[in-house]
């Protein structure tokens, strides 16, 4: 393994939530990012928190905090510019903090499909999933360029760069999100 950072996306508002911190929402009595980190932990050599709000909180689970430099809550890709900006590998997995259900060889399956390729992609049938990435520290200075011009839209920023998209159709259900009091009470 040439080393990896994993990036668990922590920094957004949960507006779809009620304005809460998902990460920090109770799922199996649980902060929801405890199973984040649990299924992340072993695919990785070290972990970030990209997180803005309730710092404290997300030190208590032992990995570094970094929050976004890039102001107003822009998006996963703030997240991801924290992230890279902090990683010490050349490789940086980013998996979002309301995905308990995360692939467990997320990073292997990415890692054997990169090759050249700046990021490699999961995507199930044809619905990509762009915060589950192996991304290449190396577009660190091309995401900066594409964030102080004003860009926001991720599939925008990918459009510069070489991406495969890794088939994960065996494991669709891994990749659910949890964006609503909804969505948590049936996980």
Same mark, same amino acid.
């Given at each position: 393994?040439?080393?990896?950072?994993?990036?668990?996306l922590a =920094?957004?508002?949960? $507006?779809?939530?009620? =304005?809460?911190?998902?990460?920090? /929402?109770? #799922?199996?009595?649980?902060?929801?990012i405890?199973?984040?980190?649990?299924?992340?932990?072993? /695919?990785?050599? !070290?972990?970030?928190?990209?997180?803005?709000q309730?710092?404290?909180?997300?030190v208590?689970f032992?990995?570094?905090?970094?929050?976004?430099?890039v =102001?107003?809550?822009?998006?996963?890709l703030?997240?991801l510019?924290?992230g890279?900006?902090?990683?010490?590998?050349p490789?940086v997995?980013t998996?979002p903090c309301d995905?308990?259900? #995360?692939?467990?060889? #997320?990073?292997s399956?990415? @890692?054997? @499909?990169?090759n /050249?390729n700046?990021?490699?992609?999961?995507?199930?049938?044809? /619905?990509p999933h762009?915060?589950f990435?192996?991304?290449r520290?190396?577009?660190?200075?091309?995401? @900066?360029?594409f964030?102080?011009?004003g860009?926001?839209?991720?599939?925008?920023?990918?459009?510069? #760069?070489?991406v495969?998209?890794?088939? *994960?159709?065996? !494991?669709?259900?891994? *990749?659910?999100?949890?964006?609503? $009091? !909804? !969505?948590?009470?049936?996980?």
């Amino acid at each position: 393994m040439n080393g990896v950072t994993g990036i668990v996306l922590a =920094g957004g508002q949960g $507006r779809r939530m009620g =304005g809460v911190d998902k990460g920090l /929402q109770l #799922l199996h009595g649980k902060p929801m990012i405890a199973a984040v980190l649990a299924r992340l932990a072993p /695919q990785v050599d !070290e972990i970030l928190i990209n997180a803005n709000q309730n710092l404290e909180a997300y030190v208590q689970f032992g990995h570094r905090v970094v929050p976004d430099t890039v =102001g107003g809550f822009a998006g996963p890709l703030a997240g991801l510019h924290a992230g890279l900006s902090a990683a010490s590998h050349p490789l940086v997995l980013t998996v979002p903090c309301d995905s308990p259900f #995360l692939p467990l060889d #997320l990073f292997s399956r990415l @890692e054997n @499909e990169m090759n /050249q390729n700046d990021l490699a992609v999961a995507k199930t049938g044809d /619905q990509p999933h762009p915060v589950f990435a192996l991304v290449r520290s190396s577009v660190l200075q091309n995401l @900066e360029n594409f964030l102080a011009a004003g860009g926001r839209k991720i599939d925008a920023w990918y459009a510069s #760069l070489k991406v495969i998209e890794v088939p *994960f159709d065996d !494991e669709t259900d891994a *990749f659910r999100n949890i964006n609503t $009091r !909804e !969505e948590l009470d049936s996980a």
